[in-house]
């Protein structure tokens, strides 16, 4: 079965975001722990979160990917930046031991002109800080498209940051497609030797979710600019055989394409239904 879902506001609950899943025939969804450019977080809802459970497994939903707002960088050279990345991280977490097995995804950071290895021992640094050997969250690091300072470019930036970090198992990583591309990996015409090298790197074990979408900016551009699936520069075809490769077939799959109502997500979500072929 096909593990297919959008990012979806839970501005009204976590309920009414996995009925809106169900509404566009997804089985799983991401949202953002809390707004994505500030920082305020909603108040938890106890109930709502029971009901969300409840929802859930008669509806047989995956559990949710939740993305940490984009703005926070746990490298910056500003100090009062760092603390703010780091607090947020530690209540996002706090907040997602409540659940079963969360999935918590966040942007590596940009290390804003201190170097790539002053900004990978930042991250390091950061994560060791929050992380217990109780925490049952699993933490994924975004792969980046390459933007100005930003960190978790390429595998061997993400293998870095990994090889410094305490608790090992509980990490993993989140592979955007859009991303990828724009880093100058070919996942249109070599898809195979991509995964090889993420698993020669990293190793595919830790692939835990992928964002699916299509990329407005072309290969090696090194710009993020997510485009619905089939109208940018990896198109359709490369995205089916995407979800259809057996090394990826079975992991979760996140569409952050632009849309504006929840029609486009079904639209996208059948056409992907329609050409799985496990
Ligand atoms: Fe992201
Ligand atoms: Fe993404
Ligand atoms: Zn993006």
């Known amino acids: 079965m096909l593990k297919i879902g959008c990012h979806l506001s839970i ?20 949202y953002f722990s809390r707004n994505p450019q500030g920082f ?13 459970l409840s929802y859930s497994s008669e509806h047989n939903l995956v559990r949710p990917l939740v993305h940490a707002p984009y703005t926070l960088n746990c490298c910056s050279s500003k100090l009062e930046v760092r603390e703010l990345a780091q ?79 305490e608790y090992k198992e509980k990490y993993g990583v989140c592979l955007d497609t859009c991303h990828v591309f724009a880093a100058g990996y070919d996942i249109v015409n070599d898809l195979d030797n991509v995964l090889d090298e993420f ?6 074990e830790k692939l835990k979710a992928i964002h699916l979408n299509d990329s407005k900016m072309p290969f090696k ?10 109208e940018g520069e990896i198109g359709l075809e490369a995205i089916i055989r995407i979800i259809n490769n057996p090394r990826l077939k079975d992991l979760p799959f996140y569409l952050e394409t632009p849309h504006d109502t929840l029609e486009g997500y079904a639209k996208e979500i059948a056409i992907l239904k329609e050409n799985y072929k496990w």
């Not at 079963?100 to 930042?122: C, R, S």
């Not at 698993?199 to 595919?204: A, M, P, T, V």
């Not at 551009?221 to 089939?230: E, M, P, Y």
């Open 87 to 165: 607090m947020i991280l530690k209540s996002d977490i706090e907040r997602l031991e409540k659940f079963p097995d969360a999935l918590y995804n966040f942007h590596p950071g940009a290390h804003t002109g201190q170097g790539v290895e002053k900004g990978i021992e930042l991250i390091a640094e950061c994560l060791n800080s929050i992380v217990k050997p109780e925490q049952k969250t699993t933490i994924l690091l975004e792969l980046m498209a390459g933007k100005g300072t930003d960190l978790g470019r390429s595998f061997e930036e993400i293998k870095a940051i990994l090889d410094l970090l």
């Open 221 to 230: 551009s090194f710009k993020d600019r997510h485009a619905a699936l089939g």
């Open 199 to 204: 698993d020669r790197i990293i190793g595919l």
């Open 11 to 30: 501005s009204k609950g976590l309920t009414n975001a996995a009925k809106e899943t169900v509404k566009i025939d997804g089985n799983t969804f991401q």
């Open 40 to 52: 305020k977080a909603k108040e938890w809802d106890e109930k709502d979160y029971q009901n969300f």
